[in-house]
């Protein structure tokens, strides 16, 4: 068999009428090519066994009028389309690989990470409850209702007391709360 002849004219016309198993012969044939020239590209080996796997899976998804097309009127050489393809996939994989690199790191410019660390999330939540101990009763309830999300009409409703008691109640608490803050949450 010649060198660059990988599929006899008898198996590319049976290629070309839909007898995908005459490709088994090719890609055990050129599998190994294919991969070394993803990998220069990707330097990956996983992904160099992808985009050769997907580029031949194009090549058999391809319809028959189209195969006819392009290796029996045109005559492009199958082995000359494949390394193009590979080539092509490969590319494709870096930019796609670089793009979303650039994005993740937009994403990070914009929005820091923060590590979450569940020990000193329930320090700080216990040192913040015993902040709330330190508040007389009504103090306390109308600072955890307003925490709550609750409005002031809404507390007035809930307490019975007029919306300047809640307002004073708020206010001395939020004095408290600040004042004792570096105490309770060092």
């Known amino acids: 068999m010649h060198e660059l002849q990988y599929i006899k004219p008898t198996s590319l016309n049976l290629f070309c009428k839909g007898e ?3 490709l088994s012969h090719l890609y055990k044939v050129i599998v190994s090519e294919l991969h070394l020239v993803a990998y220069r590209y990707v330097k ?13 899976e194009k090549l058999l998804k391809m319809p028959n009028d189209r ?9 492009i050489n199958i082995k000359a389309m494949l390394f193009i393809m590979v080539r092509n996939q490969s590319l494709d994989v870096l930019k796609i690989n670089k793009n979303r690199s650039r994005i993740l790191e ?6 820091p ?19 709330l101990a330190t508040l007389p009763v009504k103090e ?4 955890t209702l307003v925490i709550d999300g609750f409005t002031k009409e809404e507390i007035v409703n809930q307490m019975g007391i ?11 608490a939020r004095r408290k709360v ?4 570096v105490i309770y949450m060092e």
């Open 20 to 22: 995908n198993q005459v």
């Open 44 to 56: 990956c080996e996983a992904e160099a066994e992808d985009i050769v796997a997907d580029c031949f």
């Open 67 to 75: 195969r006819i097309q392009k290796f029996i009127s045109n005559k």
């Open 106 to 111: 937009n994403i990070q410019k914009e929005f």
């Open 113 to 131: 990470m923060l590590a979450f660390n569940e020990s000193l999330t329930n320090t700080t939540q216990s040192n913040f409850d015993a902040l």
């Open 140 to 143: 306390k309830t109308v600072l």
């Open 162 to 172: 007029s919306e300047k008691t809640v307002s004073n109640l708020l206010c001395n």
């Open 178 to 181: 600040k004042n004792n803050w």
